[in-house]
């Protein structure tokens, strides 16, 4: 017996979700425990260096197992005219039209869909990740030929993309009436507070992520120093200078330190509005 586990996560067209692969890995565990011999197919554009469907020949298999999500569409009777002489076996999947040929060409479906049983994805193992709030700055046109923006935010999306985290983005920009950002500061803050690290090259996702508690991986867009370098100096918060972005290396060392003791947030300083006070007395 040799098994492949497929599912949408597997079809080029397709897509992966967070409970589709954490199907699958529930899937492949409980084939592992069972002293049972499985493969798993990628979708080439999820995973490119796994296993995918054109390379896993028909007669390298005798059992083809579908995982999670709705049993329907071209995809999948493709799938069954491919492993015809598999047996196939749906489990933890939908089943919208029980006379659709994408449900029929299964030998056996186990469904999901009855009341009574649990979705696949909750015997799936998890592992604790880290949870990086991304708050990037607009173009500043202030600042003019020293800006960096586009240069900054390519290397430091790119270098987030290849992290092994959960990346929030978030925008400190309000709004009351779109649902996908925040109506207050509070609301903010609030969510802000929630993050591990919060990388930013915005001043006030430096600041509010210090007001927050939380350690700030800060990349100054603007070369030469703006004003996230100026508000870092008056803090006493380190920052990484935009010439210095591009090293992963550099943004590698600044997050392992934010995650560390020496990284635990003090207490910012208040600033005083005695100033202004004292101008507005002035001139009564």
């Known amino acids: 017996m040799r098994v492949l586990l497929t599912g949408w996560a597997s079809f080029l067209h397709g897509e992966a979700t967070a409970g589709d ?13 069972a002293g049972i011999d499985h493969d798993v197919a990628w979708s080439p554009n999820f995973r490119p260096g796994g296993r995918h469907l054109p390379g896993a020949p028909p007669g390298d ?22 492993y015809a002489a598999c047996r196939r076996i749906a489990v933890g999947v939908s089943v919208p039209d029980p006379g659709d040929p994408a449900v029929t060409g299964f030998h056996r479906v186990l469904p999901r869909d009855d009341g009574v049983t649990p979705d696949l994805s909750l015997a799936a193992s998890v592992s604790a990740v880290p949870v990086l709030g991304v708050v990037l700055a607009p173009r500043q046109p202030e600042y003019r030929d020293a800006g960096r923006h586009d240069d900054v935010h390519a290397a430091l999306t790119g270098w987030l993309a290849r992290l092994d985290c959960a990346r929030v983005p978030l925008d400190t920009r309000l709004a009351h009436e779109d649902w996908a950002r925040c109506a207050t500061p509070d609301q903010f803050v ?3 507070s929630t993050m591990d690290v919060i990388v930013t090259t915005r001043l006030h996702g430096l600041v509010l992520g210090l007001k927050a508690g939380v350690p700030v991986l800060a990349v100054d867009p603007v070369a030469g120093g703006g004003k996230v370098t100026a508000q870092a100096a008056a803090l006493g918060w380190p ?27 003090p207490e910012p300083p208040s600033p005083s509005l005695a100033g202004l006070v004292d101008e507005l007395a002035g001139s009564r």
């Open 61 to 82: 298999y005798t059992h083809v197992v579908f995982v999670c999500g709705p049993v329907h569409g071209p995809q999948l009777r493709a799938l069954h005219e491919r």
């Open 239 to 265: 920052v990484v200078a935009a010439e210095d972005c591009a090293n992963p290396g550099v943004l590698d060392a600044r997050l392992e330190w934010c995650r560390s003791r020496a990284g635990r947030v």
């Open 190 to 192: 609030a969510a802000v």
């Open 21 to 33: 692969v954490l199907s699958l890995r529930a899937a492949g565990t409980a084939l592992t425990g």
